[in-house]
Protein backbone atom coordinates (compact mmCIF):
# COMPACT_ATOMS: atom_id res chain seq x y z
CA UNK A 1 0.00 0.00 0.00
CA UNK A 2 0.81 3.94 -0.95
CA UNK A 3 -0.12 6.39 1.69
CA UNK A 4 -3.17 8.04 0.27
CA UNK A 5 -6.21 10.49 0.90
CA UNK A 6 -9.53 10.74 -0.33
CA UNK A 7 -10.85 13.67 -2.55
CA UNK A 8 -14.36 14.53 -2.97
CA UNK A 9 -14.98 14.13 -7.07
CA UNK A 10 -17.82 16.87 -6.46
CA UNK A 11 -15.93 19.74 -4.56
CA UNK A 12 -12.18 18.60 -4.03
CA UNK A 13 -11.90 18.44 -0.33
CA UNK A 14 -9.53 16.13 0.69
CA UNK A 15 -10.03 13.96 3.88
CA UNK A 16 -7.22 11.70 5.78
CA UNK A 17 -8.76 7.52 5.25
CA UNK A 18 -10.55 6.76 8.89
CA UNK A 19 -12.14 10.06 8.72
CA UNK A 20 -15.20 9.14 5.95
CA UNK A 21 -16.12 5.74 5.12
CA UNK A 22 -18.16 6.78 2.00
CA UNK A 23 -19.25 10.23 0.51
CA UNK A 24 -18.17 13.07 1.29
CA UNK A 25 -19.67 14.38 3.90
CA UNK A 26 -20.85 17.92 3.03
CA UNK A 27 -21.77 17.16 -0.45
CA UNK A 28 -23.66 14.06 0.21
CA UNK A 29 -25.24 16.18 2.50
CA UNK A 30 -27.37 17.21 -1.11
CA UNK A 31 -28.01 13.74 -2.16
CA UNK A 32 -31.72 11.93 -1.96
CA UNK A 33 -32.91 8.62 -3.36
CA UNK A 34 -33.91 9.09 -6.96
CA UNK A 35 -30.73 10.76 -8.17
CA UNK A 36 -26.91 9.48 -8.73
CA UNK A 37 -24.67 10.04 -6.01
CA UNK A 38 -23.10 13.36 -5.05
CA UNK A 39 -19.27 13.52 -3.59
CA UNK A 40 -18.04 10.03 -4.65
CA UNK A 41 -14.37 10.11 -3.21
CA UNK A 42 -11.52 9.03 -4.94
CA UNK A 43 -8.02 7.86 -3.53
CA UNK A 44 -5.21 9.81 -4.35
CA UNK A 45 -1.69 8.62 -3.76
CA UNK A 46 1.39 9.96 -2.95
CA UNK A 47 2.80 9.13 -6.97
CA UNK A 48 5.77 10.74 -6.21
CA UNK A 49 6.43 7.43 -3.88
CA UNK A 50 5.15 5.08 -6.65
CA UNK A 51 7.06 6.70 -9.16
CA UNK A 52 10.17 6.24 -6.95
CA UNK A 53 9.75 2.86 -6.24
CA UNK A 54 7.65 1.03 -8.90
CA UNK A 55 9.66 -1.51 -11.04
CA UNK A 56 8.71 -2.71 -14.41
CA UNK A 57 11.43 -5.47 -14.06
CA UNK A 58 9.67 -7.01 -10.48
CA UNK A 59 6.23 -4.89 -10.43
CA UNK A 60 4.78 -4.35 -7.28
CA UNK A 61 1.01 -3.72 -7.45
CA UNK A 62 0.05 -3.49 -4.04
CA UNK A 63 1.85 0.09 -4.32
CA UNK A 64 -1.24 0.89 -6.54
CA UNK A 65 -3.74 -0.84 -3.58
CA UNK A 66 -5.23 1.31 -0.78
CA UNK A 67 -5.46 -1.41 1.38
CA UNK A 68 -2.58 -2.83 3.16
CA UNK A 69 -1.50 -6.69 1.56
CA UNK A 70 -2.26 -8.17 5.15
CA UNK A 71 -5.66 -7.55 5.01
CA UNK A 72 -6.08 -9.52 1.93
CA UNK A 73 -8.87 -12.04 1.09
CA UNK A 74 -7.71 -15.59 0.83
CA UNK A 75 -9.34 -15.59 -2.78
CA UNK A 76 -7.31 -14.96 -5.96
CA UNK A 77 -8.82 -12.57 -8.05
CA UNK A 78 -7.59 -10.74 -11.47
CA UNK A 79 -5.01 -11.89 -13.36
CA UNK A 80 -7.34 -12.73 -16.35
CA UNK A 81 -6.41 -13.39 -19.52
CA UNK A 82 -5.82 -10.58 -21.93
CA UNK A 83 -4.81 -11.58 -26.29
CA UNK A 84 -5.59 -10.38 -30.05
CA UNK A 85 -8.74 -11.98 -31.72
CA UNK A 86 -7.89 -11.47 -35.10
CA UNK A 87 -10.93 -13.62 -36.24
CA UNK A 88 -13.38 -11.23 -34.51
CA UNK A 89 -11.26 -8.23 -35.65
CA UNK A 90 -11.89 -9.64 -39.23
CA UNK A 91 -15.32 -10.10 -38.93
CA UNK A 92 -15.99 -6.47 -37.10
CA UNK A 93 -13.55 -4.66 -39.95
CA UNK A 94 -10.94 -3.55 -37.80
CA UNK A 95 -7.42 -4.84 -37.33
CA UNK A 96 -6.23 -4.92 -33.83
CA UNK A 97 -8.56 -6.27 -31.71
CA UNK A 98 -8.18 -7.34 -28.19
CA UNK A 99 -10.09 -8.93 -25.48
CA UNK A 100 -9.65 -8.47 -21.60
CA UNK A 101 -11.67 -11.45 -20.17
CA UNK A 102 -12.66 -10.95 -16.52
CA UNK A 103 -15.57 -13.38 -17.10
CA UNK A 104 -12.92 -15.37 -15.69
CA UNK A 105 -12.70 -14.35 -12.10
CA UNK A 106 -13.46 -16.24 -9.50
CA UNK A 107 -17.88 -15.55 -9.49
CA UNK A 108 -17.84 -14.97 -13.32
CA UNK A 109 -17.28 -11.00 -13.21
CA UNK A 110 -14.63 -8.22 -12.88
CA UNK A 111 -17.24 -7.14 -9.49
CA UNK A 112 -14.72 -9.63 -7.77
CA UNK A 113 -12.04 -6.98 -7.97
CA UNK A 114 -13.92 -4.92 -5.92
CA UNK A 115 -15.68 -6.81 -3.47
CA UNK A 116 -11.90 -8.12 -3.09
CA UNK A 117 -10.93 -4.48 -1.88
CA UNK A 118 -14.04 -3.85 0.42
CA UNK A 119 -13.35 -6.84 2.09
CA UNK A 120 -10.16 -6.73 2.63
CA UNK A 121 -11.18 -3.15 4.15
CA UNK A 122 -13.25 -4.61 6.05
CA UNK A 123 -11.07 -7.24 7.42
CA UNK A 124 -9.02 -3.73 8.70
CA UNK A 125 -11.90 -2.16 10.10
CA UNK A 126 -13.18 -5.59 11.73
CA UNK A 127 -16.22 -5.68 10.11
CA UNK A 128 -18.37 -8.95 10.22
CA UNK A 129 -21.22 -8.43 7.84
CA UNK A 130 -21.00 -6.67 4.79
CA UNK A 131 -23.98 -5.49 3.00
CA UNK A 132 -24.40 -4.80 -0.88
CA UNK A 133 -27.53 -4.12 -3.57
CA UNK A 134 -26.94 -5.65 -6.26
CA UNK A 135 -28.44 -6.86 -9.75
CA UNK A 136 -26.45 -10.19 -9.13
CA UNK A 137 -22.75 -9.89 -10.30
CA UNK A 138 -21.66 -7.43 -7.35
CA UNK A 139 -23.48 -9.48 -5.09
CA UNK A 140 -22.12 -13.05 -6.26
CA UNK A 141 -19.12 -11.67 -6.30
CA UNK A 142 -18.73 -10.35 -2.61
CA UNK A 143 -20.91 -13.26 -1.60
CA UNK A 144 -17.98 -15.50 -2.85
CA UNK A 145 -15.46 -13.42 -1.30
CA UNK A 146 -16.58 -13.11 2.25
CA UNK A 147 -17.02 -17.11 1.60
CA UNK A 148 -13.45 -17.70 1.31
CA UNK A 149 -12.75 -14.20 4.01
CA UNK A 150 -15.20 -15.79 6.88
CA UNK A 151 -17.10 -12.95 6.25
CA UNK A 152 -21.30 -12.33 6.36
CA UNK A 153 -22.92 -10.84 3.28
CA UNK A 154 -25.89 -9.24 3.16
CA UNK A 155 -27.40 -8.72 -0.24
CA UNK A 156 -30.81 -6.68 -1.36
CA UNK A 157 -31.28 -8.14 -5.15
CA UNK A 158 -34.31 -7.40 -7.16
CA UNK A 159 -36.67 -10.32 -7.62
CA UNK A 160 -36.26 -10.55 -11.26
CA UNK A 161 -32.38 -11.12 -10.97
CA UNK A 162 -31.25 -14.11 -13.31
CA UNK A 163 -31.08 -17.40 -11.46
CA UNK A 164 -27.75 -18.23 -11.69
CA UNK A 165 -26.38 -15.14 -9.64
CA UNK A 166 -29.11 -16.20 -7.33
CA UNK A 167 -28.04 -19.46 -6.81
CA UNK A 168 -24.45 -19.04 -6.77
CA UNK A 169 -24.80 -16.12 -4.11
CA UNK A 170 -26.58 -18.81 -1.86
CA UNK A 171 -24.84 -21.55 -2.45
CA UNK A 172 -21.71 -19.07 -1.66
CA UNK A 173 -23.61 -18.83 1.85
CA UNK A 174 -24.73 -14.95 1.51
CA UNK A 175 -28.15 -13.90 3.38
CA UNK A 176 -30.59 -12.83 0.40
CA UNK A 177 -33.13 -10.81 0.06
CA UNK A 178 -35.37 -10.35 -3.21
CA UNK A 179 -36.95 -7.35 -3.38
CA UNK A 180 -40.35 -6.69 -5.16
CA UNK A 181 -38.34 -3.32 -7.50
CA UNK A 182 -35.74 -1.79 -9.27
CA UNK A 183 -31.61 -2.43 -8.80
CA UNK A 184 -32.57 1.33 -7.48
CA UNK A 185 -34.92 0.28 -4.34
CA UNK A 186 -32.37 -2.77 -3.78
CA UNK A 187 -29.81 0.13 -3.30
CA UNK A 188 -31.99 2.09 -0.85
CA UNK A 189 -33.06 -0.10 1.33
CA UNK A 190 -29.61 -1.49 1.60
CA UNK A 191 -28.25 2.59 2.55
CA UNK A 192 -31.22 2.42 5.44
CA UNK A 193 -30.35 -1.04 6.30
CA UNK A 194 -26.58 -0.05 7.29
CA UNK A 195 -28.20 3.09 8.87
CA UNK A 196 -29.73 1.30 11.28
CA UNK A 197 -27.92 -1.64 11.93
CA UNK A 198 -24.61 -1.33 10.99
CA UNK A 199 -22.08 -3.13 9.30
CA UNK A 200 -19.89 -2.06 5.97
CA UNK A 201 -21.62 -0.92 2.86
CA UNK A 202 -20.02 -2.48 -0.50
CA UNK A 203 -22.63 -0.48 -2.63
CA UNK A 204 -20.44 0.51 -5.94
CA UNK A 205 -18.95 3.89 -5.91
CA UNK A 206 -21.18 4.62 -2.52
CA UNK A 207 -17.52 2.62 -1.17
CA UNK A 208 -15.09 4.16 -2.83
CA UNK A 209 -13.08 1.27 -2.48
CA UNK A 210 -15.04 -0.28 -4.81
CA UNK A 211 -13.57 2.01 -7.63
CA UNK A 212 -10.20 1.22 -6.81
CA UNK A 213 -10.92 -2.00 -6.68
CA UNK A 214 -11.99 -2.37 -10.44
CA UNK A 215 -8.90 -0.04 -11.35
CA UNK A 216 -7.17 -3.31 -11.17
CA UNK A 217 -7.81 -4.15 -14.82
CA UNK A 218 -6.81 -1.34 -16.10
CA UNK A 219 -3.43 -1.51 -14.46
CA UNK A 220 -3.16 -5.61 -15.59
CA UNK A 221 -4.10 -4.10 -19.41
CA UNK A 222 -1.20 -2.53 -19.19
CA UNK A 223 1.23 -4.42 -18.10
CA UNK A 224 0.00 -7.63 -19.94
CA UNK A 225 -0.05 -5.14 -22.83
CA UNK A 226 3.69 -4.62 -22.60
CA UNK A 227 3.36 -1.79 -20.83
CA UNK A 228 1.86 -0.12 -23.61
CA UNK A 229 -1.52 2.27 -23.55
CA UNK A 230 -4.18 0.95 -25.87
CA UNK A 231 -5.48 3.19 -27.91
CA UNK A 232 -9.11 2.51 -26.99
CA UNK A 233 -11.27 0.50 -24.33
CA UNK A 234 -15.04 -0.32 -24.81
CA UNK A 235 -16.78 -0.94 -21.40
CA UNK A 236 -19.98 -2.07 -21.09
CA UNK A 237 -21.48 0.51 -18.48
CA UNK A 238 -24.83 0.18 -16.57
CA UNK A 239 -24.21 3.11 -13.10
CA UNK A 240 -20.86 3.90 -14.29
CA UNK A 241 -18.71 2.65 -11.60
CA UNK A 242 -15.95 0.10 -14.18
CA UNK A 243 -15.59 3.25 -16.51
CA UNK A 244 -14.53 5.16 -13.98
CA UNK A 245 -12.14 2.40 -12.45
CA UNK A 246 -10.49 1.60 -16.01
CA UNK A 247 -9.83 5.51 -16.18
CA UNK A 248 -9.16 5.72 -12.77
CA UNK A 249 -6.09 3.08 -13.53
CA UNK A 250 -4.77 4.77 -16.01
CA UNK A 251 -4.72 8.08 -14.60
CA UNK A 252 -2.70 7.04 -11.12
CA UNK A 253 -0.22 5.24 -13.72
CA UNK A 254 -0.23 8.96 -15.62
CA UNK A 255 0.06 10.89 -12.29
CA UNK A 256 2.80 8.44 -11.53
CA UNK A 257 5.20 9.39 -14.50
CA UNK A 258 4.57 5.55 -15.79
CA UNK A 259 2.53 6.51 -18.78
CA UNK A 260 2.04 9.76 -20.69
CA UNK A 261 -1.40 9.29 -22.37
CA UNK A 262 -5.00 7.99 -21.33
CA UNK A 263 -6.61 5.19 -23.48
CA UNK A 264 -10.20 6.39 -24.91
CA UNK A 265 -12.85 5.03 -23.35
CA UNK A 266 -15.93 4.01 -25.22
CA UNK A 267 -18.88 3.86 -23.25
CA UNK A 268 -21.34 1.45 -24.44
CA UNK A 269 -25.14 1.24 -22.64
CA UNK A 270 -28.63 -0.17 -23.75
CA UNK A 271 -30.36 1.50 -25.55
CA UNK A 272 -33.30 2.06 -23.13
CA UNK A 273 -30.55 2.02 -20.20
CA UNK A 274 -28.80 4.77 -21.26
CA UNK A 275 -28.75 7.67 -18.53
CA UNK A 276 -24.59 8.06 -19.13
CA UNK A 277 -24.91 7.87 -22.88
CA UNK A 278 -27.47 10.76 -22.68
CA UNK A 279 -25.51 13.23 -19.90
CA UNK A 280 -22.54 12.47 -22.83
CA UNK A 281 -23.86 13.71 -25.58
CA UNK A 282 -26.62 16.08 -24.09
CA UNK A 283 -24.21 17.62 -20.96
CA UNK A 284 -27.45 17.15 -19.26
CA UNK A 285 -28.42 14.62 -16.64
CA UNK A 286 -32.08 12.30 -16.31
CA UNK A 287 -32.90 9.01 -15.01
CA UNK A 288 -33.54 6.41 -17.65
CA UNK A 289 -37.38 6.45 -17.44
CA UNK A 290 -37.75 2.30 -18.21
CA UNK A 291 -34.42 0.92 -18.12
CA UNK A 292 -35.55 -2.57 -19.56
CA UNK A 293 -32.58 -4.14 -21.57
CA UNK A 294 -31.75 -7.96 -21.91
CA UNK A 295 -28.80 -6.93 -20.18
CA UNK A 296 -29.51 -7.01 -16.64
CA UNK A 297 -25.75 -6.38 -15.87
CA UNK A 298 -26.52 -2.80 -17.59
CA UNK A 299 -29.65 -2.48 -16.70
CA UNK A 300 -30.27 1.33 -14.48
CA UNK A 301 -32.92 3.83 -13.87
CA UNK A 302 -30.20 5.98 -12.04
CA UNK A 303 -26.43 5.34 -12.53
CA UNK A 304 -24.58 5.78 -9.30
CA UNK A 305 -21.47 7.35 -10.56
CA UNK A 306 -23.21 9.02 -13.50
CA UNK A 307 -20.86 11.95 -12.81
CA UNK A 308 -17.49 10.57 -12.42
CA UNK A 309 -18.55 8.27 -15.46
CA UNK A 310 -18.86 11.13 -17.66
CA UNK A 311 -16.10 12.63 -16.44
CA UNK A 312 -14.14 9.99 -16.87
CA UNK A 313 -15.31 9.21 -20.72
CA UNK A 314 -14.82 13.29 -21.72
CA UNK A 315 -11.24 13.53 -20.08
CA UNK A 316 -10.18 10.38 -21.82
CA UNK A 317 -11.16 11.82 -25.20
CA UNK A 318 -14.01 8.78 -25.73
CA UNK A 319 -17.51 8.92 -26.13
CA UNK A 320 -20.36 7.09 -25.42
CA UNK A 321 -23.09 4.78 -28.08
CA UNK A 322 -25.85 2.84 -27.69
CA UNK A 323 -26.84 -0.54 -28.80
CA UNK A 324 -30.36 -2.47 -28.69
CA UNK A 325 -31.32 -5.82 -27.35
CA UNK A 326 -31.42 -7.55 -30.73
CA UNK A 327 -27.87 -5.93 -31.59
CA UNK A 328 -26.28 -7.17 -28.52
CA UNK A 329 -27.74 -10.82 -28.65
CA UNK A 330 -25.91 -11.04 -31.94
CA UNK A 331 -23.23 -9.60 -30.74
CA UNK A 332 -23.37 -12.28 -28.05
CA UNK A 333 -23.04 -14.91 -30.80
CA UNK A 334 -20.40 -13.46 -32.74
CA UNK A 335 -18.00 -12.95 -29.54
CA UNK A 336 -18.38 -16.96 -29.05
CA UNK A 337 -18.44 -18.21 -32.75
CA UNK A 338 -15.35 -16.14 -33.47
CA UNK A 339 -13.30 -16.42 -29.92
CA UNK A 340 -14.94 -19.27 -27.68
CA UNK A 341 -15.17 -16.69 -25.51
CA UNK A 342 -19.33 -16.63 -23.65
CA UNK A 343 -20.06 -13.67 -22.17
CA UNK A 344 -23.25 -12.57 -20.71
CA UNK A 345 -25.28 -9.73 -22.91
CA UNK A 346 -23.89 -6.90 -20.84
CA UNK A 347 -20.89 -6.88 -21.72
CA UNK A 348 -21.64 -8.39 -25.33
CA UNK A 349 -22.81 -4.82 -25.74
CA UNK A 350 -18.96 -4.35 -26.56
CA UNK A 351 -18.87 -6.20 -29.27
CA UNK A 352 -22.49 -4.93 -30.64
CA UNK A 353 -20.99 -1.50 -30.15
CA UNK A 354 -17.75 -1.87 -32.00
CA UNK A 355 -19.86 -3.25 -35.35
CA UNK A 356 -21.71 0.06 -35.21
CA UNK A 357 -18.83 1.91 -35.02
CA UNK A 358 -17.35 0.09 -38.05
CA UNK A 359 -16.62 2.91 -40.77
CA UNK A 360 -17.56 5.48 -38.51
CA UNK A 361 -14.05 7.06 -38.20
CA UNK A 362 -14.55 7.39 -34.14
CA UNK A 363 -12.22 4.76 -33.95
CA UNK A 364 -9.69 3.81 -36.77
CA UNK A 365 -9.06 0.98 -38.60
CA UNK A 366 -5.44 -0.08 -37.39
CA UNK A 367 -5.86 1.49 -33.59
CA UNK A 368 -5.72 -1.06 -31.02
CA UNK A 369 -9.18 -1.91 -29.44
CA UNK A 370 -9.89 -3.34 -26.08
CA UNK A 371 -12.90 -5.15 -25.84
CA UNK A 372 -13.74 -5.23 -21.95
CA UNK A 373 -15.55 -8.44 -21.03
CA UNK A 374 -17.11 -8.07 -17.84
CA UNK A 375 -18.87 -11.21 -17.24
CA UNK A 376 -19.45 -15.21 -18.20
CA UNK A 377 -22.06 -15.95 -20.42
CA UNK A 378 -23.32 -19.00 -18.10
CA UNK A 379 -24.80 -16.38 -15.54
CA UNK A 380 -27.72 -15.67 -17.30
CA UNK A 381 -28.31 -18.87 -20.18
CA UNK A 382 -31.92 -17.74 -20.75
CA UNK A 383 -30.89 -14.79 -22.09
CA UNK A 384 -29.01 -16.20 -24.13
CA UNK A 385 -31.46 -18.88 -25.32
CA UNK A 386 -33.14 -16.20 -26.70
CA UNK A 387 -30.77 -16.02 -29.56
CA UNK A 388 -30.75 -19.16 -30.44
CA UNK A 389 -32.87 -22.58 -31.41
CA UNK A 390 -32.15 -25.43 -29.35
CA UNK A 391 -31.88 -28.89 -32.11
CA UNK A 392 -34.16 -31.41 -31.80
CA UNK A 393 -33.20 -34.87 -30.85
CA UNK A 394 -33.00 -37.71 -33.48
CA UNK A 395 -33.20 -41.37 -33.57
CA UNK A 396 -29.18 -42.79 -32.88
CA UNK A 397 -28.85 -43.83 -36.15
CA UNK A 398 -26.15 -42.42 -38.29
CA UNK A 399 -29.08 -42.09 -41.02
CA UNK A 400 -31.02 -40.49 -39.27
CA UNK A 401 -28.02 -37.46 -38.17
CA UNK A 402 -27.24 -37.16 -41.96
CA UNK A 403 -30.69 -36.61 -42.78
CA UNK A 404 -30.91 -33.63 -39.02
CA UNK A 405 -27.84 -32.81 -40.72
CA UNK A 406 -29.24 -32.24 -44.12
CA UNK A 407 -31.93 -30.30 -43.01
CA UNK A 408 -30.23 -27.93 -41.55
CA UNK A 409 -27.76 -27.08 -43.93
CA UNK A 410 -30.63 -26.59 -46.35
CA UNK A 411 -31.56 -23.96 -43.51
CA UNK A 412 -28.14 -22.34 -43.37
CA UNK A 413 -27.90 -23.47 -39.88
CA UNK A 414 -25.33 -25.59 -38.44
ZN1 LIG B 1 -17.47 17.23 -1.61
Given at each position: ???????????????????????????????????????????????????????????????????????????????TPFFKT??LG????F?NVWIKND???????L??????????????????????????????????????????????????????????????????????????????????????????????????????????VG?EIWQQN??RVPDAILVP?????II??V??AF???????????LPRLV?A???????????????????????????????????????????????S?G????????????????????????????C??VV?AL????????L???EQIVLLIT????????????????????????????????????????
Amino acid sequence: MTKFVYQCSNCGKRYQRDEVRYLCPLCSRDYRSGIPLIGVLSAQFDYGAIRRKFSKVKPDWNQFSAVEEKFYPPLPVGNTPFFKTAALGNELGFDNVWIKNDGLNPSASLKDRASFLVVAEANRLKEQTIVAASTGNAASALAAVCAAAGKRALIFVPENAPKAKLVQMILYGATVVPVRGTYDDAFRLSLEYNAKRGGLNRNTAYHPLTIEGKKTVGLEIWQQNHWRVPDAILVPTGDGVIISGVHKAFCDLKAAGLISRLPRLVCAQAEKSNAIHHYVESGIYENAAHPDTIADSISVSIPSNAHMARQAILESGGFSITVSDAEILEGQSTLAAKTGVFAEPACSAVVAALKKLRGSKRLGHSEQIVLLITGHGLKDVDAAMRGIHLPKAVEPTLAAVEVALKARAKKGAR
